[in-house]
T-cell receptor, first 117, second 113 residues
């Protein structure tokens, strides 16, 4: 089974600064999707950004961007100009592109981000 | 349609009791997923439906757990003879086809005393 590792249980960032959250994964597949989800306290999980493994270009969504290193199996999330509303638990997730694994999101253990005013 | 909803949001029960949770997906989404999230962990897959058919179940889904999606719309997850180890957040998500974006509900937090 695929595994997703988030080695930073907690991170903090000063408001308006930039922070990078790390994620590594283990897979033998060549086609897959990677995701970053945000789970604010007592609120539902929402998709922040998505990356298709076959795309070399790193995904970007406004202040959120990723650094996808396929050979290194690394998928980090960069949050620029951090805002108080960015405070949340962030989960990295993997999903196969084909086969049974395509029906399942494998999540890491999460990184709790604190934004300091 | 305002998204995926789950009911109840919180449930406290005594060990040995049965509980049932409901998930209402986004109306046009044909796929529905159940996940379990324990404290300090990421969500873990339990089961998924395509329309009314339950197509995959995790080994985490013991015999005490049953899920249904009778008309391909809302889904229920029942836990019989609850145990303290069942205490967790139960998340539901839906998507339109496999490659679509998964939308998560707010979850049902179960506490078994």
């Amino acid at each position: 089974a695929q595994t997703v590792t988030q080695s930073q249980p907690e991170m903090s960032v000063q408001e308006a600064e930039t922070v990078t959250l790390s994620c590594t994964y283990d897979t033998s597949e060549s086609d897959y999707y990677l995701f970053w989800y945000k789970q604010p306290p007592s609120r539902q999980m929402i998709l922040v950004i998505r990356q298709e493994a076959y795309k070399q270009q790193n995904a970007t969504e406004n202040r959120f961007s990723v650094n996808f290193q396929k050979a290194a199996k690394s998928f980090s999330l960069k949050i620029s100009d951090s805002q108080l509303g960015d405070a949340a638990m962030y989960f990295c997730a993997y999903r196969s592109a084909f086969g049974p694994g395509a029906n399942n999101l494998f999540f890491g253990t999460g990184t709790r981000l604190t934004v300091i005013p | 349609d305002t998204g995926v909803s789950q009911d109840p949001r919180h449930k406290i029960t005594k060990r040995g009791q049965n509980v049932t949770f409901r998930c209402d997906p986004i109306s046009e989404h044909n796929r529905l997923y159940w996940y379990r999230q324990t404290l300090g962990q990421g969500p873990e897959f339990l089961t998924y439906f395509q329309n009314e058919a339950q197509l995959e179940k995790s080994r985490l889904l013991s015999d005490r757990f049953s899920a249904e999606r009778p008309k391909g719309s809302f889904s229920t997850l029942e836990i019989q003879r609850t145990e303290q180890g069942d205490s967790a957040m139960y998340l539901c998500a839906s998507s339109l086809e496999r490659s679509g974006t998964w939308v998560f509900g707010p979850g049902t937090r179960l506490t078994v005393l």
